[in-house]
């Protein structure tokens, strides 16, 4: 897929999922965690997704951050981004879905206002 110097995830997931080998197989690939809340009572919680992420990952320099829902989470990821990195939003239907909510967003990398990840 081509060369990106950073790689931001926007990721929600349910529960009832085996988070483990997911978020496994992604931990190499990406730099920047942007877990997040669903409006589900089915889903994990952000910051139950970033503690799986956080027992089983070997990166030392990769970060995460919990948001209330997709849109916030996709928001900080555009706020941290360089023109040159890539967002990625997966999980579940509701990650995706409330990031297309009102249609495909128009991203601009480097924007002010959002947390940061750290």
């Avoid at 950073?6 to 999922?17: E, I, Y």
């Amino acid at each position: 897929m081509g060369f990106y110097p950073t790689t931001h995830a926007v990721f929600g997931a349910m529960a009832d999922k085996d988070l483990a080998p997911m978020l496994a197989r992604m931990d190499p690939l990406i730099d920047r965690w942007y877990f997040t809340d669903l409006p589900t009572p089915r889903a994990a919680s952000g910051a139950a997704l970033q503690a799986a992420w956080q027992a089983l990952t070997q990166r030392k320099d990769a970060a995460s951050a919990v948001f209330d829902n997709p849109m916030a989470a996709l928001r900080a990821a555009e706020a941290q981004a360089q023109a040159t990195d890539r967002i990625v939003v997966f999980g579940s239907f509701y990650t995706v879905g409330g990031v297309l909510e009102h249609g495909v967003p128009r991203l601009h990398a480097g924007q002010p206002g959002s947390d940061a990840v750290g």
